[in-house]
């Protein structure tokens, strides 16, 4: 199966900035993958390679098999920048039924990517008129038009509010049911849940994770944070069982390794009524997104017990 993708240790330096380093990333007919990493990290970089508009300074970046900005890899790609901006005196119909024209996409096409993006009432209003979130619409429609293999989306859903943000998570799902292959960069793990094949973390121009999310939590192995609350007679008796930093007065917070949550939990259960409540927290994305760009890595929470 030839890889819609294959970048093959990248690197890119500009003038005194490496803006990706030895960088390899495969994508898939019909994968979703999310790059993720903080400002600079080199995402927007990396889909200027794989659209052929700069060279690497070493490594190769196949697209279907072809050299990206040629004819053949550029009728595979769809790209909606980070920075979408349209003629403001166009209507939304005439951006998209310009590139489906400049594509060689059916103008039926048109009619059927407005709709899926929800903008056909809009259609035939000025693109100045049009909100922040259909802007955005806009430039998905744009890059939906044509059917193409490879849809590569910057931050597309930078500004969205939640329930678009899901619409639009919807709609790439969608593209990726017919077989295409999406890549999209995103600055946090949290809206990601559940949404794309694969996650890929850019740090300061290096690949520093690359799989399913669930491989990532499982390989950040971040400690789960178990809180108790002891029954008001029993503050000290409990805290001298299990440990833990004290808050709030009556309850205490530990740390554990995933393995030891279960021998943990049973100990707090053997102390019966001296417990009040417990409440155990598995690492949230955003933790698990910071420990791989190494944002807080330093400031980890102490294992306990
Ligand atoms: N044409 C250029 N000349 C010099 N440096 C560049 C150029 N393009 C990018 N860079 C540098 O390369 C690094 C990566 O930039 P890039 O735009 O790829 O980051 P990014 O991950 O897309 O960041 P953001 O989340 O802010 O969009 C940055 O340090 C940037 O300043
Ligand atoms: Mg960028």
Do not use: W
């Not at 056909?120 to 744009?142: C, P």
């Not at 789960?224 to 001298?240: P, S």
């Amino acid at each position: 199966m030839t890889e819609i993708v294959k970048a093959s240790n990248v690197s890119m330096k500009f003038k005194g900035v490496d803006a990706l380093n030895n960088v390899s990333l495969d994508v898939a007919p019909g994968e979703q993958v999310a790059l993720l990493g903080h400002n600079g990290a080199g995402k927007t970089t990396l889909f200027r390679l794989i659209l052929g508009f700069i060279q690497p300074t070493a490594g190769s970046i196949l697209i279907a098999g072809f050299t990206p900005g040629s004819d053949a890899a550029r009728r595979t790609v769809s790209y909606l920048p980070e920075q979408v901006a349209f003629p403001k005196m166009l209507t939304g119909r005439e951006v998209v039924r310009f590139y489906a024209k400049l594509k060689g996409a059916a103008l039926e096409d048109v009619q059927s990517v407005l709709e899926k993006v929800e903008l056909v009432e809009a259609a035939d209003r000025r693109v100045d008129t049009y909100s922040k979130g259909m802007r955005q619409r806009l430039g998905l429609a744009q890059a939906l038009v044509g059917k193409p293999d490879l849809l590569l989306l910057d931050e597309p859903t930078s500004g969205l509010d939640p329930l678009s943000r899901q619409h639009f998570y919807e709609l790439i799902a969608d593209v990726a049911r017919q077989g295409g292959s999406v890549l999209l960069s995103s600055h946090g793990l949290s809206e990601l849940e559940a949404k794309t094949d694969r996650v890929a973390i850019l740090r300061k121009g290096q690949l520093v994770a690359n799989g399913p999310l669930a491989d990532l939590q499982h390989e950040a192995n971040l400690p789960i944070r178990i809180r108790v609350k002891a029954a008001a007679n029993a503050v000290d008796k409990v805290h001298a069982e299990i440990g833990g930093g004290r808050i709030n007065g009556a309850s205490m917070e530990l740390f554990c390794d995933r393995g030891d949550k279960m021998h943990i939990l049973s100990r707090i259960s053997a102390l019966g009524t001296q417990v009040e409540d417990v409440d155990v927290a598995a690492p949230t994305l955003d933790e698990v997104y910071r420990y791989f760009s190494r944002i807080g890595a330093e400031e980890a929470p102490q294992r306990a017990l």
